[in-house]
């Protein structure tokens, strides 16, 4: 467990939300991109749910998040502090309130269990399922037992 104070790690995500409804009350054209940014979500337990982090974050939209080099870590949300889902992307559109990351330049999705790659592709944060189009390549990490009988 970290030293942290609680309240203050649990700034960082409500800064990201601020910004974000910032965007919506004074128009998301107004605001500057975020530079080197780090944001970590938490459960409503407390515990580690996604960390987002990219080099640069913009607001083209008041629904919208758009981000350069994108590296998303989605954690099983629990005491374990296992890491479920690292996706890492050239650029992104984030959109906060479906709780969807997507991406058209290229994305490599790494687990434990596999090692995708693909062109097009969708993270729906909430039913945790990545989805991918075009050129996709996956490797199972993964023993089949009798696939072929």
Not at 16 to 42: D, E, Q
Not at 74 to 82: E, N
Not at 109 to 127: F, K, M, N, P
Request: proline share 5%.
């Amino acid at each position: 467990m970290s030293h942290v104070n609680p309240v203050k790690r649990s700034l960082h995500p409500l800064c990201l939300l601020a910004c974000w409804g910032l965007s919506v009350a004074v128009g998301a054209a107004t605001l500057a991109p975020a530079i080197n940014w780090v944001a970590p979500l938490f459960t409503k337990d407390n515990f580690r749910s996604m960390t987002l982090r990219g080099a640069r974050a913009s607001f083209p939209s008041n629904d919208q998040v758009d981000v350069v080099d994108l590296n998303l870590t989605a954690y099983a949300g629990d005491a374990t502090k296992k890491v479920e889902t690292v996706i890492v992307a050239p650029s992104a559109t984030f959109l906060p309130r479906q709780n969807i990351a997507r991406g058209d330049a290229g994305v490599q999705v790494v687990r434990d269990d596999l090692e995708a790659s693909g062109t097009h592709w969708i993270y729906d944060h909430t039913r945790k399922k990545v989805s991918l189009t075009g050129h996709v390549r996956i490797v199972f990490n993964a023993e089949f037992k009798a696939i072929l009988k």
